[in-house]
């Protein structure tokens, strides 16, 4: 199993996975402590939850394995929730597909320990989400995404990510799928704050950014050049447009906070 551990500089770890980056969430959401994906998961969870003194905040994120009928990876993701719902560790999901729906039940189960769930929407505009993410749900299937998880009582709302220059970091799009993320009864909404590949992945990235933004090409190679991350040149202004519109329809830009239960005393 791969084991995203959180940066000591709080940047994204980040990979191109099928069509897209996988991000380190505790980089966006700080009580994250740990990032875990499906690759061998039954052999290594176990340890990695041991490794983790309390229990604290686990990030779940599938995409790509989930995008498959394969009964093996099913059979993991089961064990994966189950696991975790015994160890009575706190969850929270990331995903960009439709499929997280065939886990309401496992997902129910998890509120008990605490569980909210993050639906990726990197754009409103569906001609860019094809080429970002080609075969992925659209726009509005995402937004539905999230209305069906809360309307089955599970705390879901909508993670803008990924964020990348020159592509999707735009006032515009922050004002649309915030306020349609609202009108879905997304519980909460927050924002990628800075994109990153990790070392190894630059190549893989680089080929897809070639393939579908040809244009943009030398700007990210540039970019990448010295260092894993960039950080949009409208980071200020995006930040302001995020917390004003968010506050202009009343939704919130954090989930639920994570209380631990108390422990009973002895004495």
């Not at 505790?26 to 229990?55: G, H, M, Q, W």
């Not at 994120?61 to 064990?79: A, C, L, Y």
């Not at 004002?175 to 800075?194: D, G, P, R, T, V």
Request: aromatic share 12%; net charge neutral.
């Amino acid at each position: 199993m791969k084991i995203l551990t959180p940066a000591e500089d709080n940047i994204i770890y980040a990979k191109w996975s099928l069509n897209f980056p996988q991000v380190n969430y505790s980089e966006i959401y700080p009580a994250v402590k740990s990032n875990i994906t499906f690759a061998d998961i039954e052999e290594n969870l176990k340890k990695e939850l041991k490794r983790l003194k309390s229990k604290e905040i686990i990030s779940l994120g599938f995409d790509s394995e989930i995008f498959s009928d394969d009964e093996t990876i099913t059979k993991k993701i089961v064990n994966v929730f189950t696991i975790l719902r015994q160890s009575g560790f706190p969850l929270m999901v990331a995903s960009s597909v439709d499929s997280v729906l065939q886990f309401m039940d496992l997902l129910k189960l998890q509120t008990k320990n605490y569980c909210q769930v993050f639906i990726k929407i990197p754009s409103f505009d569906n001609s860019i989400l094809q080429v970002m993410q080609p075969g992925f749900p659209l726009f509005e299937q995402r937004l539905n995404i999230v209305k069906t998880l809360n309307d089955n009582n599970i705390s879901a709302g909508v993670l803008i990510s990924p964020v990348m220059p020159r592509i999707n970091d735009s006032s515009e799009n922050f004002k649309n799928i915030i306020e349609a993320s609202a009108k879905h009864s997304a519980k909460f909404i927050m924002y990628q704050k800075l994109f990153s590949v990790a070392g190894g992945a630059k190549e893989n990235f680089l080929r897809n950014i070639e393939l579908r933004f040809p244009h943009l090409y030398d700007y990210y190679n540039v970019e990448l050049l010295a260092k894993d991350y960039i950080k949009s040149q409208s980071f200020m202004e995006l930040t302001n447009v995020f917390v004003r519109t968010a506050g202009q329809f009343g939704i919130s830009t954090r989930p639920e906070e994570y209380r631990p239960p108390k422990q009973l005393s002895l004495f």
